[in-house]
């Protein structure tokens, strides 16, 4: 089946303790699109400027990505700079220059109508919720966000999560967004917004799943996916895009969404993210193969599962 | 088999979201030797004050746990005094009484020589050396420390640390005893100091077992085990010792330490540092049964294992 995702196209700056990387094709949506296309067709809304050219065009291409609802506005591609230190976990923001990406408007083109999945990554909740509305027709909606909408807009978000099947966001937002420190009872006041399932990603130790009491027709205990010990992560930048790529890529891969397919999404979303941060960009994410991930899918469950 | 802990018994004094209590039986030793004594025959070496008495000494004899090791010393116990906030992470330690634990010499029972299993508690690196030389007949021994002798006595630390098998800390301690932030990383290098494996325990995320290469004749691969998300945290105080009883308390009932046992002594630990939070001080490890432990030990397989 096929997976819509509305979101970012970005070129990033990037510095970390392995090294600097300048105007790198980054983005939540290519980040997203790069790890979902391993598994179902995948289809890009977002906007770029002059700068995008044929270069990065074929980054999608050669993945067999529908960019045709990539729009080219006149300007500059939304630009950011960060810098990693030591512990990896946050990057240090050197600029922020939305660019075109400050007024983006979703146009869903009439081709893509018929779209089975919609991820929204984090932009402005009333952006996510049009577009959701537009897309009457999905199975399953996924979104992300971000502290910055969780405590600027909390209404608009709101009025979004009623609208999604699936979040997935950190323990950070978790627990601003439920206004709670506990991160089940935290999970529990997010499910009672609208979503039926919560992905919680906990970065360097995986990622749990809350399931809303009687959503998909499953109980409502939680899962956790682990996330592999790296030795060395060269660049943190899109982890959490590239899981939710694999996440649910995964799912619109399958032919129905039950506890048993959630919980390899979850695995597959941790694959895909642990694969990201392996090298600058989105390089590792271009050169895959199902292979590759199948052999890293075995890693996880070796590191997680007794005989 | 049989297994000797060295450490502490205290009376502590803790405050928590939950509530006060006060002069409830605590200490390493106490945690540990209860979380373990669902597994196996369990021996206590500490020092006590005229203040413990036979109501004390009753928690350990109803588990059968063997307390001829335990000292009277002329003074009072060990008394801690500590307060979790909100996210009841870390303990703000509101007085430290070390009282007759500040001259602990661990005194070794004759009885006790043929003890097959040795577990350090957090005491001085000095006397952990002098306990494990003196019980120079046993088959496995684990460790645990702190920051204040990984900063105070590094020295002492190395030795202690190249005559046990198994070094039991949390992510910061390790991190420390390494001066490196990967974790993977930093757990080479602590393994290089001389355990063959090194448990992280990574709090609410769970812990992670790694394996110097060829030890117990198995890979390096690591394995984690998560921890269950708790809506309602009592009191956390203990949840380091209980994993480490459960842990080390299950290897000790198995015949062989092998890759499978130590993954699921990964998950007992887990499971009895679950127990050992929902209320204070060790009101609920005195009253658990086997099955519950089993019924949990199903539930933290359900929580992480794909079919």
Redesign the interface.
């Known amino acids: 089946m096929s997976i819509l995702v509305v979101g970012s196209v970005a070129f990033d700056d990037v510095t970390s303790p392995s090294g600097t990387m300048k105007n790198i094709l980054g983005g939540a949506a290519t980040y997203f699109a790069l790890a979902a296309s391993y598994f179902t067709q995948v289809r890009v809304v977002a906007v770029v400027g002059g700068d995008f050219g044929a270069e990065q065009e074929n980054v999608f291409r050669q993945h067999g990505i529908d960019i045709r609802g990539i729009e080219r506005a006149k300007g500059k591609t939304f630009r950011w700079g960060g810098t990693y230190s ?3 976990n946050e990057a240090k923001t050197n600029f922020t220059d939305l660019n075109v990406f400050e007024t983006f408007q979703p146009q869903i083109p009439k081709e893509y109508e018929d779209t089975d999945y919609l991820f929204l990554a984090n932009i402005q909740p009333t952006l996510q919720a049009d577009v959701r509305r537009h897309m009457s027709a999905v199975r399953l909606t996924g979104c992300d966000t971000m502290n910055y909408w969780i405590q600027r807009t909390p209404k608009e978000l709101a009025q979004t999560l009623r609208l999604v099947d699936l979040l997935l966001i950190n323990d950070t937002e978790a627990k601003m967004l439920a206004g709670e ?5 935290a ?2 006041k997010v499910l009672a917004m609208g979503p039926k399932a919560l992905v919680i990603k ?1 970065g ?3 990622a ?1 799943i ?1 399931f809303r009491e009687g959503a998909f027709g499953i109980g409502h ?6 996330a592999l ?5 060269k660049d943190p930048t899109g982890a959490g895009d590239s899981f939710a790529g694999g996440f649910m890529g995964y799912l619109a891969s399958e032919d129905e969404v039950n506890r ?1 397919v959630l ?2 999404a979850l ?1 597959y979303g941790g694959v895909m993210g642990s694969f990201a941060v392996e090298r600058f960009g989105t390089e590792r994410l271009q050169s895959l193969t199902r292979e590759e991930i199948e052999a890293r899918f075995q ?1 996880f ?7």
């Open positions: 030591d512990n990896l420190t506990n991160l089940p009872r999970a529990h906990h360097e130790y995986g749990t809350f205990h939680p899962f956790r996916a682990p010990p790296i030795e060395e992560v048993e919980k390899r695995f890693i469950r070796e590191l997680t599962h007794l005989e």
